[in-house]
């Protein structure tokens, strides 16, 4: 099983990323799939979930601004996010679950001016 990031990078405040998370070698569509974060010194975040029928949840401090999607076909989860702040900087971890859960190696965001 492989989860692999991409997308992350340095962008101003306020501007937009969006992250993907390309999976293989699992059955996509029966995954839960999500986006952690974590930030220097703090604890890892859970940012946003989306299940396998597309039902999403949000953490407070991204709702309003970032968006969870799927694509099964592609085995592809993406993170649009937009009105970034520079408390959104942290590296972004794509996870899969269901009984076994799978991580991906994380992809640093940097808000910064």
């Known amino acids: 099983v492989q989860l692999v990031e991409s997308g992350g990078g340095l962008v101003q405040p306020g501007g937009s990323l969006r992250l993907s998370c390309a999976a293989s070698?699992?059955?996509?569509?029966?995954?839960?799939m999500s986006w952690y974060r974590r930030a220097p010194g703090k604890e890892r975040e859970l940012v946003a979930v989306?299940?396998?029928?597309?039902?999403?949840s949000y953490a407070d401090s991204v709702k309003g601004r970032f968006t969870i999607s799927r694509d099964n076909a592609k085995s592809t989860v993406y993170l649009q996010m937009n009105s970034l702040k520079p408390e959104d900087t942290a590296v972004y971890y794509c996870?899969?679950?269901?009984?076994?859960?799978?991580w991906g190696q994380g992809t640093q965001v940097t808000v910064s001016s």
């Open positions: 989306i299940s396998r029928g597309g039902s999403t």
């Open positions: 996870n899969a679950r269901v009984i076994t859960e799978y």
């Open positions: 070698g699992l059955p996509f569509s029966s995954y839960i």
